[in-house]
């Protein structure tokens, strides 16, 4: 399980830097990328896959977005915002109330708070942080490495 936990985070690491090593600040058809910066998605704002390096992603209410993921930021999902799965290395990361991920959520070096009524379908994995998972529910495992599992 240690195994493929790293694996995954050292694969997110380098595919998320890999794919946005070029690019300053490109939208493109899937969604937005950015190198030394934040990203912010407007309340009820649609939009594919976002993914920065050295920058926090805030999502904002009712927003829709693809996957997310972020290496040396945090990430924030307010309140009844749909995403694909959320990934961040070296950073923490909240689900608030009512959010839905379509997939997993995991964070690597950084803490894990996952609020009531948020619904994620895929596995929960933390390494080297804690988890706090409330009236969630999850529709695989909660995993974590060198951390703490708080429910509620």
């Known amino acids: 399980m240690i195994r493929e936990v ?3 985070a050292l694969a997110l690491s380098t595919a998320l830097a890999l794919s946005v090593r070029s690019v300053a600040a490109t939208e493109t058809d899937n969604g937005l990328s950015k190198v030394m910066g934040s990203i912010d998605v ?3 704002q649609h939009t594919g896959n ?3 390096v050295n920058g926090s992603i805030h999502i904002g209410s009712d927003a829709v977005v693809g996957q997310a993921g972020t290496v040396n930021g945090s990430v924030n ?3 009844r915002a749909t995403t694909g799965a959320l990934n961040t290395v070296n950073g923490s990361m909240n689900v608030h109330d009512g ?3 379509n997939g997993g959520v995991k964070t690597v070096n950084g803490s894990l708070r996952i609020d009531n009524t948020a619904d994620v379908t895929g596995n929960v994995t933390n390494v080297n942080g804690d988890i706090r998972a409330a009236a969630a529910h999850v529709g695989g495992s909660i995993d974590t490495v060198s951390g703490n599992h708080a429910p509620g």
Request: aromatic share 0%; proline share 7%.
């Open 77 to 79: 999902v307010e309140s």
């Open 42 to 44: 407007l309340p009820r």
């Open 6 to 8: 790293v694996a995954t």
């Open 99 to 101: 959010v839905h991920v």
């Open 50 to 52: 976002i993914s920065t």
